[in-house]
């Protein structure tokens, strides 16, 4: 079967700054694809909004499903065992740390 020539893959060229480019490519390789692929992928959910059965990184919903589920019952379980062993204020200490780490990785991406 011959695809129409509208429906085969091209190569074309963009111009970026390095940093730019840098940014990009560490997207690209966090969402385990190359970069031309990440590009369309993006542009594809501009046009039709992300995928209703797929979450981020394009990794089916239900995988994304299981691992909240995992990292929620893993941190009640650890809520529970530290308010037992009364030390739930360094556990907020250690959450407050965790927060501040996590909004400096948001304003890097």
């Not at 542009?43 to 990292?71: F, N």
Request: net charge neutral; no cysteine; glycine share 6%.
């Amino acid at each position: 079967m011959t695809r129409d020539k509208e429906d085969r893959r091209h190569q074309h060229a963009i111009t970026v700054t390095d940093s730019e480019w840098r940014r990009l490519k560490a997207r690209a390789e966090g969402a385990g694809m190359p970069v031309s692929r990440f590009i369309v992928h993006r542009l594809a959910e501009e046009d039709t909004g992300p995928s209703p059965d797929r979450g981020p990184g394009g990794l089916p919903a239900a995988v994304w499903r299981r691992v909240a589920r995992e990292v929620l019952l893993l941190g009640r379980l650890e809520e529970e065992r530290l308010a037992a062993a009364r030390v739930s204020q360094e556990r907020d200490t250690l959450a407050a740390e965790v927060d501040t780490w996590l909004a400096r990785q948001e304003e890097l991406a």
